[in-house]
């Protein structure tokens, strides 16, 4: 702004109520154009000292800083008057052009948009009833506070804790397999878990990406395993067994087999003797 036109501006203290109310009526006017239009986004100019500025589309930008200079130095308002009307006169013809829902339109529309709440109301409900995590949901498990040897898969569910994740693991493994119960539950101290911990990531903790139970009716008998997909078909659990058979010996081996436990079986060549089930040819 020029020097002198500095020296003319209206002092702040002294800018007039019928200033600020004409700013305040071509703000409403512009948002009034800019809802009509479908508008998210709008113009915000604030090309003068104050504070204050008017909402516009982008067409009517150098109207509208024209109409704040003049409002700024004179106090006169009638260029934002006349901005004002120009945008009333806009959205009323928008309004009038555009086809406007009918009464019957809009209460079809609350219609549907109360139906729509129930229905996600009724999905949430839905999906609170399969559990968590839901099946769809796969996860993994940072053992925070946990330090363990970096070197080890193998992690014996020692602690209360480290039993609940593995039971956790345990309904993961219900919810692919479709069984009916969980395999593992933390309470029942006849089972012992162990975590498989995840050789993808590299953290400065254990995760947990699979578990195991194991009971010895009479002697140690593998019940259950359960890997994660993202460590399945990369070899992981052939690196795991020999840690497995370091804590339990050449146990026994529960069946049905699925096609992965095959394949262990047949590439680590285990004896019929530690098969509870006979293997199946694929």
């Known amino acids: 702004m020029p020097k002198a036109e500095q020296q003319e501006s209206l ?26 239009l479908g508008f998210t986004k709008d113009l915000v100019l604030q090309l003068c000292d104050r504070w204050y500025g008017v909402h516009v589309l982008a067409g009517y ?12 130095l004179h106090a006169n308002t009638d260029a934002l008057a006349e901005l004002a009307q ?3 006169t806009l ?6 052009a555009l086809p406007q829902p009918s009464a019957r339109a809009k209460r079809s529309g609350k219609r549907q948009a109360t139906l729509r709440r129930e229905r996600v109301a009724s999905q949430r409900r839905e999906l609170a009833s399969r559990g968590s995590p839901p ?5 993994m498990f940072p053992l925070l506070g946990d330090e363990g040897d970096r070197g080890r898969l193998v992690l014996p569910a020692t602690t209360p804790r480290l039993r609940r994740i593995v039971e956790k693991i345990g309904r993961q493994f219900r919810r692919e397999g479709q069984y009916d119960v969980i395999p593992f539950e933390s309470n029942d101290h006849r089972q012992h878990g162990i975590l498989l911990l995840t050789s993808k990531f590299h953290t400065t903790f254990p995760i947990a990406s699979g578990a195991a139970g194991f009971s010895k009716p009479d002697r140690w008998q593998l019940d259950w395993i359960w890997l994660h997909p993202y460590e399945r078909g990369t070899g992981y659990l052939n690196n795991a067994w020999d840690e497995l058979e370091d804590l339990f010996g050449l146990f026994l ?9 095959n394949a262990i079986i047949r590439r680590r060549g285990i004896p019929k003797d530690r098969l509870t089930h006979p293997i199946t040819q694929d």
């Open 11 to 36: 002092d702040p203290a002294e800018v007039p109520e019928h200033v600020l109310t004409s700013v305040e009526a071509c703000t409403v006017a512009g948002m009034k154009a800019l809802r009509s």
């Open 61 to 72: 930008a150098e109207q509208a800083a024209e109409a704040l200079k003049t409002a700024e």
């Open 86 to 88: 120009t945008l009333d």
């Open 91 to 96: 959205a009323a013809h928008v309004v009038r």
């Open 135 to 139: 099946p769809f949901n796969i996860c």
């Open 253 to 261: 081996i529960d069946g049905p087999y699925s096609a992965a436990m």
